[in-house]
C-alpha cells in the first residue's frame, strides 16, 4: 500500500454518494464481491485507490449475456 490516506466510513461513504449503511453491509461480505478495507482494531478504514479498482471490476458491460442474434 502507498502513502495514501485512509478513509474513514464516513469519507468513503461520501466519495461513493452511498448511504453509511450500504457500505458497512459490504464491509461484511467475503469473496471477490467483498470491497478492499483495512481493519484497525475495532475500525474499519478504505484505500480509496484499492475501492476505485474493485468498482472497475464490478462494472459489467451493458450488452454482457445477450447473443449475437439479438443485436
Known amino acids: 500500500m502507498d502513502n495514501q ?20 453491509l459490504r464491509t461484511m461480505r467475503t469473496g471477490a464481491d467483498a470491497i478492499p478495507r483495512v481493519r484497525v482494531g475495532k475500525y474499519v478504514r478504505f484505500n480509496p485507490d484499492a475501492v476505485m479498482q474493485w468498482i472497475e471490476n464490478q462494472v459489467h458491460p451493458a450488452n454482457a ?7
Open 5 to 24: 490516506e485512509l478513509l474513514t466510513v464516513e469519507e468513503m461513504a461520501a466519495k461513493l454518494k452511498v448511504k453509511k449503511s450500504w457500505l458497512y
Open 65 to 71: 449475456g445477450t447473443d449475437s442474434w439479438m443485436k
